[in-house]
């Protein structure tokens, strides 16, 4: 064999063995999903408990909705200036990351004192975020008032989302609207996603809060909202003639693993974060069930899956 052609001969099988292990790798790489639950669910735990219990029950990360029954996450110790750095530590030795804050900012409000109010609140928390290396922060819709023109709403929250999205550009924080409220059907959120179209804007799927009203499935939701969403929040219940009574996770009647498929089946990146919503119905499981048995239960569900 020539010179040349042995040099070309090495340099091709090179090249075949490179991609052939570049193809075992991503043959062999395996989607893992990532758990988070949300402060809602155990309102009176101090943080110490919050991070030990995620680490302890295979949690990854942890969506703040106050800690200790304070929801200005601003005016929250663990989170000020002096304290900042001891608590991102404390989460990093347990190998937690913050998966979203959940502010109360309602972007359907006409221009005026309130409105500006609720965009502020949400810009104090896109700087926390910040530092807290958060990627969400979460804002309300939050209501379809009758006395406002229909579309002139939808036009106020998406108005509101790109301002914040506009704030948080430069930064990693994406401001997210909660299928929340009022506004719940796929097509009113996807018009107003279509609106806001905008780098630092995205979606929280609600699944529960969509289905238990419109009755419309994950199924149909997907994919009108998929490339928007970038956090969920997972719960189940059961509706009681005509009332929610939010149940274990895979006890309740809704379709909510349709929809946890549906994310797992397409390698949604972002969290599956159990929203327990202990704080609003203190008659519901105690967290110290609730937050074990989700991840338990969900860890099940994924294992099956793969």
Not at 77 to 90: C, G, Q, Y
Not at 107 to 125: C, I, S, T, V, Y
Not at 144 to 149: A, C, V
Not at 290 to 299: C, E, G, H, L
């Amino acid at each position: 064999m020539k010179h040349s052609s042995r040099r070309d001969f090495i340099k091709t099988s090179a090249g075949v063995l490179g991609m052939a292990m570049v193809g075992s790798s991503f043959e062999f790489a395996k989607y893992t999903p990532l758990l988070s639950f949300s402060t809602l669910g155990c309102p009176k735990w101090d943080f110490n408990t919050v991070m030990d219990v995620a680490s302890k029950n295979g949690y990854k990360g942890i969506e703040i909705r106050g800690v200790q029954g304070e929801l200005d996450l601003t005016k929250v110790p663990i989170f000020s200036k002096e304290n900042i750095a001891t608590t991102m530590k404390m989460m990093q030795d347990r190998g937690l990351k913050f998966s979203d804050l959940g502010s109360s900012a309602a972007m359907h409000l006409p221009e005026g004192a309130e409105r500006q109010k609720n965009l502020d609140d949400a810009k104090r928390f896109i700087d926390l975020a910040q530092q807290l290396d958060c990627p969400n922060v979460r804002v309300f819709p939050n209501n379809l008032p009758k006395e406002q023109d229909r579309e002139a709403t939808l036009a106020l929250i998406a108005k509101g989302l790109t301002t914040l999205g506009d704030y948080a550009k430069g930064g990693k924080v994406t401001v997210v609207l909660e299928s929340h409220g009022e506004l719940i059907y796929v097509a009113d959120l996807k018009k107003v996603m279509e609106m806001a179209e905008h780098p630092h804007v995205g979606l929280v799927w609600d699944i529960h809060n969509m289905w238990s009203v419109t009755k419309e499935t994950p199924a149909q939701v997907y994919p009108a909202l998929k490339k928007y969403i970038r956090h969920t929040h997972i719960k189940d219940a059961n509706i009681v003639d005509g009332k929610i009574h939010y149940v274990l996770m895979g006890t309740g009647e809704s379709p909510i693993f349709e929809g946890v498929d549906i994310l797992y089946k397409n390698n949604y990146p972002g969290y599956y974060s159990f929203e327990w919503e202990k704080l609003w119905h203190p008659e519901i499981d105690e967290p110290e069930v609730a937050i074990p048995a989700y991840s338990k239960t969900m860890q099940e569900h994924f294992s099956k899956l793969g």
